[in-house]
C-alpha cells in the first residue's frame, strides 16, 4: 500500500491558521462597527445642535423673552443643556447604542401643539445609512490584516 506524502506550502498554513481565529476577529470587527457608528451618530446630532445646522423652526417671542429673563442658552433646541447631555453611547461592541430624552427627543424632532418639529436626528441618521457599508468594511479589513 503506497501512503501519499505531501507538505502544506507555509503560505498555506498560515491561511488555515487564520481561518481558525477568522470568527472571533469577524466578531470584534463587528463589534468595533457598531460602536463606531453609535458613536459618530451620538457626536453628529450634538454637533448639529451645537452649530446650529438644523432647520429652525423659530421660538415664540414669550419663549425667547423668558430663556433670557433666565439666563438660558439663546440657541434652539439648548436652553438648559439638559436634552443636549441626554444624548450619548451606552454599551460597548454590539450593545453600543445612542440614548436620549425620549419624550423630548419626539417632541423636538417632530413637532408638537402648533410648533413645527426641528429635525435633527433623522438627516444624520439618514447619512450615516449612506456610511454603514464602509465603516463596516474598513473595521473587516483591519480585522483581517489588510489595513
Not at 498560515?14 to 470587527?29: D, E, F
Not at 459618530?40 to 419663549?63: F, H, L, N, Y
Amino acid at each position: 500500500m503506497i501512503k501519499p506524502k505531501f507538505t502544506i506550502p507555509p503560505e498555506t498554513l498560515a491561511l488555515i491558521r487564520r481561518m481558525g481565529v477568522l470568527p472571533s476577529r469577524v466578531k470584534a470587527a463587528n463589534a468595533r462597527a457598531i460602536e463606531r457608528i453609535a458613536r459618530a451618530c451620538a457626536d453628529r446630532v450634538k454637533e448639529k445642535i451645537e452649530t446650529q445646522d438644523i432647520r429652525k423652526a423659530g421660538m415664540s417671542p414669550g419663549w425667547v423673552a423668558y430663556k433670557q429673563r433666565h439666563a438660558l442658552d439663546p440657541r434652539e433646541l439648548v436652553a438648559t443643556r439638559e436634552y443636549l447631555e441626554s444624548i450619548q453611547v451606552k454599551g460597548k461592541g454590539v450593545r453600543a447604542q445612542v440614548e436620549a430624552d425620549d419624550v423630548k427627543r419626539k417632541l423636538l424632532e417632530y413637532g408638537f401643539k402648533g410648533r413645527p418639529g426641528v429635525p435633527h436626528w433623522t438627516p444624520v441618521l439618514a447619512d450615516l445609512h449612506k456610511e454603514v457599508s464602509k465603516i463596516v468594511g474598513e473595521e473587516l479589513e483591519k480585522a483581517l490584516g489588510g489595513g
